[in-house]
């Protein structure tokens, strides 16, 4: 199964130094059943898209976290890494597209790295701060957050994450 997982940069580092990344509470998202039957059309690629779109998302709550640790050290950018899994558990109770993994993914099941680029650094940061809010039905956190969203997660292939990482 393809899975989505919501990182970080600091994740991302952590993923080339030891060369396997544990998604947090091993929380995960992917095209299920569930998120399948949720919309009324849509090819197998847009529904893929969706969860990848729940995973950037929840990123911004990863980054929420370690932005209010130390926001000086954190560079605030989306991270998404998609992999290829065996099994992952559905999670329905959490959200359509909410998948549990069995364990850490390892780099080489890794099929890409999806990231920010600098450009989406401030809208980025302002939708960490607002996420939440965003989600109780906030309208100006709505707006935050959607302007974060505009901008498309760039893709790299798992062999240049070692590359990204050192320009960053």
Not at 9 to 19: C, K, P, Y
Not at 73 to 82: G, H, W
Not at 105 to 123: F, G, I, N, R, Y
Request: net charge negative.
């Amino acid at each position: 199964m393809r899975v989505y997982i919501p990182a970080t940069v600091l994740m991302l580092r952590s993923l080339n130094a030891a060369g396997e990344l544990s998604a947090v509470s091993g929380t995960a998202f992917a095209l299920t059943p569930m998120l399948r039957e949720s919309y009324a059309s849509g090819s197998s690629e847009e529904l893929e898209y969706a969860a990848m779109l729940e995973a950037s998302r929840a990123s911004l709550r990863l980054l929420a976290a370690e932005l209010e640790e130390d926001p000086e050290l954190v560079l605030p950018r989306r991270a998404v890494v998609s992999a290829d899994v065996d099994g992952a558990t559905l999670r329905p109770d959490l959200d359509y597209a909410v998948v549990r993994l069995a364990g850490p993914v390892q780099l080489k099941q890794v099929a890409a790295v999806h990231l920010d680029t600098s450009d989406a650094e401030t809208p980025v940061r302002a939708a960490a701060a607002v996420v939440d809010q965003a989600d109780l039905g906030d309208g100006d956190a709505e707006f935050a957050l959607g302007e974060a969203e505009d901008h498309e997660l760039a893709w790299y292939s798992p062999e240049e994450l070692p590359f990204l990482l050192e320009l960053l």
